[in-house]
């Protein structure tokens, strides 16, 4: 059948949890590779992951997806059999067979499924030598299209309206035909449905009664069928008790003149010319089953019982094969992403009304330890109760991107020609299915370059007194309310005397400062740093660490790195558990509230009059510390109604590590905000990120401070300003700062 | 009245297809995600056909038959066997079993629906 689109939907879905699980068997069977325990559960749990892909992908005619499955299959079912045994070699080419299904299921989806893919050819070569066969050739298709378990009859066929033919039928089943299920009044109805049926019963074989077993059967029958269907249709009927029962068909009109030895017509004639001979023997004792040749009605079987007696099918006399504890069905159900994300959207509806009433509340009088109060109180307790279990409905297990980082590092050692291992951790952690989409570039450009500059090669390992195989951890942990993962390699950590005669020589740095551990390993974050002598293949591509700190960055995340001389370094991402709501810094700006990322801000600074010099008719700077900062005028940005007071400054850090401080009224609260989308309902705002509703119902406007700060200033006009003004201010410093938020 | 099938695999994509391709043809359909849950769902399902996959975790499809089969209510209930296998003898295994008959996939809708009318006669044609 050709899959509806939903059903695809689900099949490749479905492709992903096999997937995931062939990565975790697969896992353990280089593990059993290499020494330990075999799980008994394994080798079965991968052959089915495989076997279902190889099910679902043949339903919808992919086909290259179906061969390259079958192949791998094969293999697969020579483990589970134990005629090939695991060896490391072994699990490799598992494990590359296992990328490629990947590669290819993927292929599928996106609309192409080539069966000439050269590298799955080689690999399904590989496969079918690791199994011991030759390679299958491209007409050897098992698990296509065609019906494996049927043979053709190879016999004529009447076609409808051809006039009717009377067929006598010996249908002499074996006694077990009732255990599998079968009801000769079911195949006389389907039979009766072809034309007039005369049913006799002969009952030869019946039993004295005291030997009679009364769910088996001893009759034997003989059927007149006359119908204008061809004999291909008769046989059908028969087509599952083949094996169960001795069955006759002959055409009436053939029977008397012919030869009695069998002479007559090969079966295979379109038998239009009226002479040959409707007859075929049905007795499929599989492998043997020669249905192609048809048995004269004189040449009758002898032993009309074949698989009678002696066998008694194992059904009859086998135990109950289980017993009937009730296991749960996977508790799961799924559900289309825009009614969970609608979900979200009304309870942040929720909780911005929720806390429109305690306002309301509040400005009446009414005492929290009052009937009202109290129960508001559970009110809001419950609210936000149901806000953090619909936030957890988004959030999905980090362990599909994990096992996509395994393949990651295995490709990144084979390229480089190091031997790598990762070991993951806190596989189970939930991120939010947006953050987990968006987390996969970066991670995948941080484990390139962990794998790439951070491992030493064997020698060097060994010499340094350390395993040759490099190791590599990737964790993910909660912690304070975010989630935190972490990329870790026992290389040789960062080389920073290197990096700092780098960024000297790429002018990022003057060649007399000084710099800390700390600041010296920053500089890996800044545009266009490549500690590589050469762009290497694997994680260079252009692109830098300053490209994975704002891919990080745009989803709320924070990157730091910790590195130790001649033990490894260490990337530690943060990210927020949700997408949905962003704890930001209010802020009142010309008399507006407005909102700002917290994570944006550095400091926030009270700036003593005198600290701030104006050096030109629109732009200023303060000096915090020993840097000059340039002043934004964030009320003069969004084309607010006067200039803001500029009482407070917000100090904020681009990505090209400049930093700014903007101006601002007032800050009123620091809390955590729903986010509405602004493009989806107005249009895009330069220098506003989105929208959120506050307390009192107004509407406040989400900062996005790298764009605020880009309408304001032309960069070269304010790294100007800020030359000037350093040499103009030379001691002023401003207060303190007031708090530091980060 | 219509006609009840059971039908047990342990793959969703299949479990769908059939379903969708069941329920058209006006059977009611009941699903159970491995042999072991088909067994506990003959009771409370009471099908009049059974479709079942062969490879399946906990319970297989072998497994399934003859606990089907070792009841005294089901005895006698068609079974059919879904299968991709392409083994020579896998028609046996499954008729040893106590199958009733097979459907190959990837299945078409026709087949499929003849091959549970050829076990269930007249009571599917309805």
């Known amino acids: 059948m050709s899959g509806a689109p939903d059903i695809r939907t689900t099949f490749f879905q479905e492709c992903d949890e096999l997937l995931e699980a062939l990565n975790d068997g697969l896992t353990s069977v280089q593990d059993q590779a290499s020494g330990a325990d075999a799980d008994p559960e394994v080798m079965p749990a991968i052959f089915r992951a495989v076997h279902s892909i190889k099910g679902g992908a043949g339903a919808f005619g992919l086909n290259a997806l179906v061969r390259f499955a079958h192949a791998f299959e094969t293999v697969l079912d020579h483990l589970r059999s134990d005629r090939l045994s695991p060896t490391p070699e072994l699990a490799t080419l598992l494990f590359r067979a296992g990328d490629k299904l990947t590669d290819l299921v993927t292929a599928a989806r996106d609309g192409q499924d080539d069966p000439d893919d050269p590298a799955a050819k080689a690999l399904m070569g590989e496969l079918a030598a690791a199994s011991g066969a030759p390679p299958e050739s491209d007409e050897d298709e098992a698990g296509g299209d065609e019906d494996f378990g049927f043979v053709p009859m190879g016999l004529p066929v009447n076609l409808p309206g051809s006039s009717p033919t009377r067929y006598r039928i010996a249908f002499s089943p074996s006694r077990r035909l009732y255990a599998n299920g079968h009801d000769p009044l079911v195949l006389f109805e389907a039979l009766g449905a072809l034309g007039p049926l005369e049913v006799a019963v002969e009952t030869g074989r019946l039993p004295d009664l005291g030997t009679l077993e009364p769910d088996e059967n001893y009759i034997d029958w003989r059927l007149t069928l006359e119908t204008e269907q061809g004999l291909d249709a008769i046989e059908e009927v028969f087509e599952f008790v083949e094996g169960l029962a001795e069955i006759e068909i002959c055409a009436e009109d053939d029977l008397p003149e012919e030869e009695p030895d069998g002479g007559t017509d090969d079966g295979t004639d379109d038998g239009q010319d009226g002479g040959g001979e409707d007859t075929a023997k049905v007795d499929d004792a599989p492998p043997a089953a020669q249905p192609a040749t048809p048995v004269p009605p004189a040449a009758a079987p002898a032993q009309p019982a074949a698989a009678s007696p002696a066998a008694r099918p194992p059904a009859s006399a086998a135990a109950p094969a289980a017993p009937a504890s009730a296991p749960p069905a996977s508790a799961t159900i799924r559900v289309d992403l825009e009614r969970v994300d609608g979900l979200i959207n009304a309870v942040g509806e929720l909780v911005i009304h929720q806390a429109m009433i305690a306002q309301k509340l509040t400005e009446a009088g009414v005492a929290w330890n009052s009937d009202i109060g109290a129960g508001f109180d559970v009110f809001r307790n419950l609210t936000s109760e149901i806000q953090e279990r619909v936030m957890a409905i988004r959030a999905q297990p980090i362990k599909p991107l994990f096992q996509r980082m395994a393949r990651i590092v295995r490709e990144a050692a084979a390229i480089s020609g190091k031997t790598a291992q990762l070991r993951t951790e806190g596989e189970g952690t939930e991120v939010d299915k947006t953050v987990i989409e968006r987390l996969a570039e970066p991670l995948t450009h941080i484990l390139r370059n962990a794998v790439d500059h951070g491992l030493e090669n064997a020698e060097t390992r060994v010499a340094a007194g350390k395993k040759p195989t490099g190791l590599i951890s990737l964790s993910a942990t909660y912690r304070s309310g975010r989630v935190v993962i972490e990329v870790a390699d026992d290389g040789a950590g960062i080389n920073r005397e290197r990096v700092r005669s780098i960024a000297v020589e790429r002018g990022l740095i003057d060649p007399a400062a000084e710099l800390s551990e700390g600041e010296i390993d920053k500089l890996l974050f800044m545009p266009g740093f490549s500690t590589a002598s050469e762009v290497s293949d694997l994680s260079g591509r252009g692109v830098g660490m300053d490209v994975v700190k704002r891919a990080i960055q745009q989803i709320g995340g924070r990157i730091s790195i910790h590195s130790a001389a001649g033990k490894g370094t260490t990337l530690s991402i943060s990210l927020p558990l949700t997408l949905a709501v962003l704890d930001g810094i209010l802020i009142e700006l010309c008399g507006e509230t407005m909102v700002i990322p917290i994570t944006a801000v550095i400091e926030t600074l009270r700036p003593q009059p005198g600290d701030i010099h104006a050096i030109g008719p629109e732009q200023s700077v303060v000096k915090v510390r020993d840097t000059v900062v340039p002043v934004v005028d964030l009320g003069q940005v969004f084309g607010l109604s006067g200039k803001s007071s500029g009482e407070i400054l917000l100090l904020v850090e681009t990505e090209n590590r400049d930093r700014y401080a903007l101006a601002v009224d007032a800050i009123r609260d620091q809390s955590q905000v729903v986010i509405k989308g602004l493009e989806g309902n107005y249009r895009h705002v330069a220098g506003i990120s989105a929208a959120t509703i506050l307390g009192d119902g107004r509407i406040a406007l989400i900062i996005d401070p790298e764009e605020a700060v880009s309408q304001a200033v032309p960069p070269p006009l304010a790294a100007a300003a800020a030359a000037a003004a350093a040499a103009a201010t030379a001691s002023s410093q401003p207060q303190a700062a007031l708090s530091s938020v980060r | ?126």
Not at chain 2, 21 to 37: K, M, P, R, T, Y
Not at chain 2, 46 to 75: E, H, S, W
Request: charged share 25%; with cysteine; hydrophobic share 50%.
């Open chain 2, 1 to 126: 009245m219509s006609l009840t099938v059971l039908a047990i695999d342990d793959s969703r994509t299949i479990r769908e297809m059939l379903n969708a391709a069941l329920s058209e043809a006006g059977f009611l359909v009941h699903l159970a995600v491995d042999g072991q849950d088909g067994l506990d769902k003959l009771g409370e399902t009471a099908p009049d056909v059974v479709i079942t996959d062969i490879n399946m975790p906990k319970l297989d499809g072998f497994g399934f038959i003859k606990g089907a089969r070792a009841r005294q209510d089901y005895c006698a209930v068609p079974i059919l066997v879904l299968t991709t296998e392409s083994a020579a003898d896998l028609k046996a295994r499954a008729r040893d079993a106590g199958a009733t008959g097979w459907i190959v996939k990837p299945f078409d809708e026709m087949r499929l629906i003849s091959a549970i009318q050829r076990v269930a006669g007249l009571r599917a044609a309805g």
